[in-house]
């Protein structure tokens, strides 16, 4: 069965740091590109950031370019967002999502709050 | 950047009815490069449909998909009571991928 189980979500001021984990089984993870989707309390979703299988290739909305950054340990099958300058705006659930181009899995979520 | 615009934005129906959902995209998707999800309220989404019209795993074939260019459809034939939720479009023709903002359907 394919899981992918998200960490590290929490509260942060404006301006903090915060690096979420994304742990992968049921699958030879190194094959999938994985992504980042938020969702903001009440709205709509948005994808935030993608890495190839092979993590040679980082992708990234407007939005957080410069900002976050994607990586990945394919031994270890985990992933990680480090999410620097952080804004009120990237308040959100962050789901992790094994990606083909869409999101075929999806895991439950991690909240991450950017309030004072 | 492809917008894509889902019509209506809430579907008011009863159990056993035919929901019919609209996603218009601002550029042609090429490929028919196009999914949908449904997400219940506290839960992730779940993919339905991609490449506009091939069933996700395991999805009941009362959901099915349509259209192509800037036009794409998904289409409830019945619908049952676990149905009730929000649904979005999403392109994965062009960078950057984007999402519709959703329709809810919600019983009548």
């Known amino acids: 069965e394919v899981q992918l189980l998200e960490s590290g979500g929490g509260l942060v001021q404006p301006g903090g740091s915060l690096r979420l984990s994304c742990a992968g089984s049921g699958f030879t993870f190194s094959n999938y590109g994985i992504s980042w989707v938020r969702q903001a309390p009440g709205k709509g979703l948005e994808w935030v950031s993608g890495i190839s299988g092979s993590g040679g290739n980082t992708f990234y909305a407007d939005s957080v370019k410069g900002r976050f950054t994607v990586s990945r340990d394919n031994p270890k099958n985990t992933l990680d967002l480090q999410m620097n300058s952080l804004r009120a705006e990237d308040t959100a659930v962050y789901y992790c999502v094994r990606w083909n181009g869409y999101g075929d899995y999806w895991g439950q979520g991690t909240l991450v709050t950017v309030s004072s | 950047e492809i917008v894509l615009t889902q019509s209506p934005g809430t579907l008011s129906l009863s159990p056993g009815e035919r929901a019919t959902l609209s996603c218009r995209a601002s550029?042609?998707?090429?490929?028919?490069?196009l999914a949908w999800y449904q997400q219940r309220p506290g839960q992730p989404p779940r993919v339905l449909i991609y490449g506009a019209s091939s069933r996700a795993t395991g999805i009941p074939d009362r959901f099915s998909g349509s259209g192509s260019g800037t036009d794409f459809t998904l289409t409830i034939s019945r619908l049952e009571p676990e149905d009730f939720a929000v649904y979005y479009c999403?392109?994965?023709?062009?960078?950057?991928?984007?999402f519709g903002q959703g329709t809810r359907v919600e019983i009548k």
């Open positions: 999403q392109q994965y023709g062009g960078s950057p991928r984007t």
């Open positions: 550029q042609s998707v090429s490929s028919n490069s």
